[in-house]
């Protein structure tokens, strides 16, 4: 399956997580997931912007960091993640937020156990 770029799905989200403004998420496919895989999107993070704590029970959530800087709660242990660095949740506590001037986009696939 391809996905071109143009016809893409946007969808904004207040508040996202009970996080800080609002998060920009970008669908990968429109056409449906792999039975296993709940989200494959691109988000975005303005300064500033961020998803809430929140945990994932059953799946797990990979970051890919594509640009920007991010502030990054690990189960209660803060990092800062740049261009190229990778996390993942699976049965823990998450959070994320954009903190440099340019937006911070990220790579996110939840994948179901």
């Not at 016809?7 to 990968?28: H, P």
């Not at 959530?61 to 993942?88: K, P, W």
Request: charged letters at 20%.
């Amino acid at each position: 399956m391809i996905s071109k770029s143009k016809g893409r799905n946007t969808e904004q989200r207040e508040n996202m997580r009970s996080g800080n403004g609002t998060v920009s998420l970008t669908a990968l496919f429109s056409n449906g997931l792999p039975p296993k895989c709940r989200m494959a999107s691109i988000i975005t993070l303005e300064k500033g912007c961020s998803i809430g704590a929140h945990q994932h029970q059953g799946e797990c959530e990979i970051f890919y960091v594509l640009s920007g800087v991010a502030r990054y709660n690990d189960n209660g242990v803060f990092h800062l993640l740049e261009q190229g660095d990778a996390t993942m949740v699976y049965n823990a506590s998450h959070a994320v937020e954009g903190v440099s001037d340019e937006p911070c986009q990220l790579l996110a696939l939840i994948v179901l156990d």
